[in-house]
Nanobody, 120 residues
Framework: QVQLQESGPGLVKPSQTLSLTCTVS??????????WNWIRQPPGKGLEWMGV???????YYSPSLKSRTVISRDTPKNQFSLQLSSVTPEDTAVYYC????????????WGQGTQVTVSS
């Protein structure tokens, strides 16, 4: 059974870069059947898909976040990461990593989520 675990600082100052890592166990992130995603949920709002890294390492981002987002991976460690630059308090949210089957409509597995607060 695949498990995902987010890690990273819980507090980031405005204008800095938010960096999170998702450690995956039970499945290789290079398995061709899945893609690996970042999703967030600001307080009182719905889920927002941020971006994905595919099995070949290609990345796709939400148009609204594309200019500030980088998703990368470390295949020996079976991890993928999120960097969100120039953060503001509006980036305060619970951040999730999630696995999705290629061609699937739902996310198959989720991390537990990690709270990130942007504040000085």
């Amino acid at each position: 059974q695949v498990q995902l675990q987010e890690s990273g600082p819980g507090l980031v100052k405005p204008s800095q870069t938010l960096s999170l890592t998702c450690t995956v166990s039970g499945e290789s992130i290079t398995t061709s059947y899945y893609s690996w995603n970042w999703i967030r949920q600001p307080p009182g709002k719905g889920l927002e898909w941020m971006g994905v890294i595919a099995v070949d390492g290609s990345t796709y981002y939400s148009p609204s976040l594309k200019s500030r987002t980088v998703i990368s991976r470390d295949t020996p460690k079976n991890q993928f990461s999120l960097q969100l630059s120039s953060v503001t308090p509006e980036d305060t949210a619970v951040y999730y990593c999630a696995q999705k089957a290629v061609g699937g409509t739902d996310f198959a597995s989720w991390g537990q989520g990690t709270q990130v607060t942007v504040s000085s």
